[in-house]
């Protein structure tokens, strides 16, 4: 049976407010007229965002046509290698754009004016917006194809709905009158962790984890449940996941709700955020457990900096400051009402707040910029980049085979919201060196490379930017990319040339392929590490040898060529 979307949210005296009451009366169509289910929905927790839509499966794979929900106009198209892939935004007049993700291409009329651009940028990666009268759409009118480009882990429609102003991500499922997806399944709590904050503890330690458990008879229970003291400023987090309906996927809970002795301390209905807050998602996790051990527990209270406005009312935190039994209820709940539950006790026991040892480092205030400085190494956190304040836990230490020293800043298990410039002297002779071959690496805890935070030479220093601290140092890369057909048996009458390209150091820049010294394009899968390229055989003759080159270039100016001859 059916069941009806509730809404949890209070309606807020906001002009987000009275918009999200006008997406409920919206009426649409389904991008799809395919009856399918969600493999995706919205807000999921991924790895340093949030999921911004609902992923439509698409039963029959690629190509599956996609319709416009509503009247509008094509306003934005990008492509890219990785993320949304092939992407299309329409702009409808109530305010709303939708966008259709990982898509494998469209119809004619837009997949002419895509080409032009792409072919006059000589570029598969593109970004232009259109004008309102350039190319309107209707309700339900056919503009593109499903595929799997861009960061997908297999054939979908990936749907996004956000206001055309603010860029605020709106929960799609509340057009699910429209919709019509089924869930009768509940979602379940698998694992709670307590949080002393401000010097709170639990059992004498400043967190701890208690695991979900069967209890014959009744239900389940926190596992040490009988056993759980504290004192002080508490926080909650929980580890629990959403099913639905006809589906094996698992989803987050949209509403998570923590009661103490009935009363509600933290509410909180993930239904909206802005785009440009989706790393905030690292603040709403326990991110140092995530970081450690992939799992995602989502946290009752958020850091001053947090810039997240789901959270309603509350701080999140219960002050337990008697000595007496406090009753919990940990509830979360789906988009359709299903709800999972979970009720312990925590037994107020007086005990000597913590008292965290004297940080060392220079103080870094969250929502304030600072510019930490060196000499050797310059680093530049923007005012939105911490959600807490920081001490800096800065080292130097010889660089050994490195271009500069190592240096250490903070540590990967601390968040960043936004890029950091950094510049790091280069201590080596630069008049000895081809300064175009160096960049800001990014060290793992063996000081090895495992990612580039780009760089310019400038005056003495590469100059880069980073979204994340840790290890750095300045490094070299002479290595060129490397490119492999994945034809066995030769250029030789296939309709699509496939290849294989990389770069281990710098990361790929460029790729260009040439047919008789005429540039074609290529697509550029990243997570495959392919790229293709289907024949225009009203272009290039048939029956007929051809030269062919591919040329690729990494970040560092190193190239490597292929060049063959083909026969069509």
């Not at 410039?421 to 160096?438: F, G, P, T």
Request: hydrophobic letters at 35%; glycine letters at 8%; charged letters at 25%.
């Amino acid at each position: 049976m059916r069941k009806l979307i509730v809404s949890f949210t209070a309606m807020l005296l906001s002009a987000s407010a009275l918009s999200f009451a006008q997406l409920e009366n919206w009426s649409v169509v389904s991008p799809l007229k395919t009856k399918t289910t969600l493999s995706g929905s919205f807000a999921e927790l991924r790895r340093n965002h949030f999921h911004g839509g609902l992923d439509f499966r698409t039963p029959n794979g690629e190509n599956t046509p996609i319709y416009a929900v509503d009247k509008g106009y094509v306003s934005r198209i990008t492509i890219s290698a990785r993320s949304y892939g092939k992407l299309v935004y329409i702009t409808h007049p109530n305010g709303y754009m939708t966008l259709y993700a990982h898509l494998n291409g469209f119809v004619p009329k837009l997949d002419s004016i895509v080409k032009a651009k792409q072919y006059a940028k000589r570029s598969y990666e593109i970004d232009f917006t259109l004008e309102e009268n350039e190319y309107p759409v209707e309700k339900g009118e056919l503009f593109a194809l499903s595929g799997n480009t861009g960061a997908s882990a297999g054939p979908h429609l990936h749907f996004e709905i956000r206001t055309k102003e603010e860029q605020y991500m709106q929960n799609p499922l509340k057009l699910n009158k429209d919709f019509l997806f089924v869930d009768d399944k509940k979602p379940r709590i698998f694992a709670v962790k307590l949080y002393g904050v401000n010097g709170g503890s639990i059992n004498g330690s400043k967190e701890k984890r208690f695991n979900s458990v069967m209890v014959k008879g009744k239900g389940r229970k926190l596992q040490a449940a009988n056993n759980i003291k504290a004192w002080g400023e508490i926080g909650f987090g929980v580890k629990a996941n959403d099913y639905m309906t006809g589906t094996s996927f698992t989803h987050t809970p949209r509403h998570l709700k923590v009661y103490a002795d009935g009363n509600v301390i933290s509410d909180i209905t993930i239904d909206n955020y802005k785009y440009s807050d989706t790393r905030a998602l690292n603040n709403f996790i326990d991110y140092r457990h995530q970081a450690k051990t992939g799992e995602f527990f989502m946290r009752s209270f958020k850091d001053k900096n947090n810039p997240l406005d789901f959270y309603h009312g509350t701080t999140g935190l219960l002050n337990i400051n008697e000595e007496r039994d406090y009753n919990l209820k940990y509830e979360v709940i789906d988009d359709f009402g299903n709800s999972d539950s979970i009720t312990f006790t925590i037994k107020g026991e007086r005990h000597d707040l913590l008292i965290e040892a004297p940080k060392s480092g220079d103080k870094i205030t969250a929502g304030e910029g600072y510019f930490y400085d060196k000499g050797d190494f310059l680093f530049h956190f923007p005012a939105n980049a911490i959600y807490s304040d920081l001490y800096t836990d800065y080292k130097e230490k010889s660089g050994g085979r490195y271009f500069s020293s190592i240096y250490s800043i903070g540590n990967r298990e601390t968040p960043l919201h936004t890029f950091c410039d950094i510049s790091i002297k280069v201590k080596k002779d630069s008049s000895a060196l081809d300064v175009s071959k160096l960049f800001i690496a990014k060290l793992n805890d063996n000081d090895l490379i495992y990612g580039s935070a780009g760089g310019k030479y400038t005056n003495g220093y590469m100059v880069g930017m980073t979204n994340t601290l840790g290890k750095f140092a300045v490094a070299e890369d002479r290595t060129p990319p490397v490119i492999s057909s994945v034809h066995t048996k030769g250029l030789r009458g296939y309709p699509v040339l496939v290849f294989k390209i990389g770069d281990g150091l710098s990361g790929i820049a460029s790729y260009d392929g040439y047919i008789d010294n005429e540039w074609v394009l290529f697509e550029h899968d990243a997570k495959t590490h392919t790229i293709r390229y289907h024949i225009d055989t009203k272009k290039f003759e048939k029956g007929k040898s051809h030269s062919f080159k591919l040329v690729v270039k990494d970040y560092c100016g190193n190239t490597a060529t292929y060049s063959k001859t083909i026969f069509l």
